[in-house]
Nanobody
């Protein structure tokens, strides 16, 4: 099972970016639970930005509420992060994360990480 993140880049403050993270999984063997986006800014610890449960219900870190939207397409095993009104403080490497379950019967296998995608917001 692998996660492939994409969509990062350089954008001016006030701009928008959309991150995508697609999971490569054997759907006959595995399923995904909660999915999330984390970020690590230079000199700072990694922090949770947003998460979505398997039913799509979202949660957000306070600083991104009202600006970021997390969503998922379960048919494509993909999670998205729409980032609007970007600020220089949003500059970081963004990582996706997912819970992996083995099916038949359901068994929690662990969490996996994507490779990270750089988001840089210029002032």
């Amino acid at each position: 099972v692998q996660l492939q993140a994409s969509g990062g880049g350089l954008v001016q403050a006030g701009g928008s970016l959309r991150l995508s993270c697609a999971a490569s999984i054997s759907i006959s063997t595995y399923s995904l639970g909660a999915m999330a986006w984390y970020r690590r800014a230079p000199g700072k610890q990694r922090e949770l930005v947003a998460s979505t449960a398997s039913d799509g219900s979202p949660n957000y870190e306070d600083s991104v509420k009202g600006r970021f939207t997390i969503s998922r397409d379960n048919a494509k095993n993909t999670v998205y992060l729409q980032m609007n009104s970007l600020k220089p403080d949003d500059t970081a490497v963004y990582y996706c994360n997912a819970e992996v379950y083995r099916t038949g019967p359901l068994f929690y296998e662990g969490n996996i990480w994507g490779q990270g995608t750089q988001v840089t917001v210029s002032s």
